[in-house]
């Protein structure tokens, strides 16, 4: 069954700075990898999402993530941090057989001004 | 606004009650997923029906219940509750049964207080 593992509960990072949110997965297929966003008292929103077209994926508010089949990892990033960032993020996989996504624990990003 | 609508939005209930929570997908999604949100367990996958049937079986309890109508809602229903059950119970929609790796949109969940 395919799995993710977040590297880091929380992350704290000034504003301005760059954003790096780790994920590594574990799928026995290709895998479908998503990114979503959870601001307080919200519902997950849906960042980008890696289907294996491009290796690199851009997304929603400045957020992009590369695929790196060789080290199993889709970490997210983003240059310059913004106040309005601060939020839970979620690493989640498929292995696209219909099967249930799975999730990461999350990652709780703050951003300090 | 994902287009994925719950309801009730928060409940508060009693231990050993019963409680239904409700889902409208987005329009034209055959697949509905449900998803518990703790803070010791983080998000956990439920269940998923794809246009009415059973497609896949997570941490579901054998004291929680799901279905999905032939209108393509969906409704939880949990019982026998314990305080334990206190958590946000996401319902999440997608076009297909998730073989293309189809997005799934979140609704914004239902918070569920046992006291």
């Known amino acids: 069954a395919q799995s993710v593992t977040q590297l880091g509960s929380h992350v704290s990072v000034s504003e301005g700075a760059l954003v790096l949110l780790r994920c590594n997965y574990s799928?026995?297929?290709?895998?479908?990898l998503f990114w979503y966003v959870q601001y307080p008292n919200q519902g997950l929103q849906l960042l980008l999402k890696y289907t294996s077209a491009a290796t690199l994926v851009k997304g929603i508010n400045g957020f992009e993530a590369e695929f790196k089949k060789s080290e199993t990892s889709f970490h997210l990033t983003k240059p310059s941090a913004h106040m309005r960032d601060a939020a839970e993020y979620f690493c989640?996989?498929?292995?696209?057989?219909?099967?249930?996504?799975?999730f990461g624990a999350g990652t709780r990003l703050t951003v300090k001004p | 606004d994902s287009g994925v609508t719950q309801t009730p939005k928060h409940l508060i209930t009693a231990t050993g009650q019963r409680v239904t929570l409700r889902c409208s997908p987005r329009?034209?999604?055959?697949?509905v997923y449900w998803y518990q949100q703790s803070l010791d367990q983080g998000l956990q996958f439920l269940i998923q029906y794809y246009n009415g049937e059973e497609r896949a079986k997570g941490n579901i309890l054998e004291r929680f219940s799901a279905q999905q109508f032939p209108d393509l809602h969906s409704e939880l229903n949990l019982s026998s509750l314990e305080l334990g059950d206190s958590a946000l119970y996401f319902c999440?929609?997608?076009?297909?049964?998730?073989?293309?790796?189809?997005?799934?949109?979140f609704g914004e969940g239902s918070w569920l207080t046992v006291v």
């Open positions: 989640a996989v498929s292995d696209g057989t219909g099967n249930d996504m799975r």
């Open positions: 799928s026995s297929v290709p895998p479908y």
């Open positions: 329009s034209g999604d055959l697949s």
């Open positions: 999440a929609s997608s076009v297909g049964a998730g073989e293309t790796g189809n997005t799934i949109y």
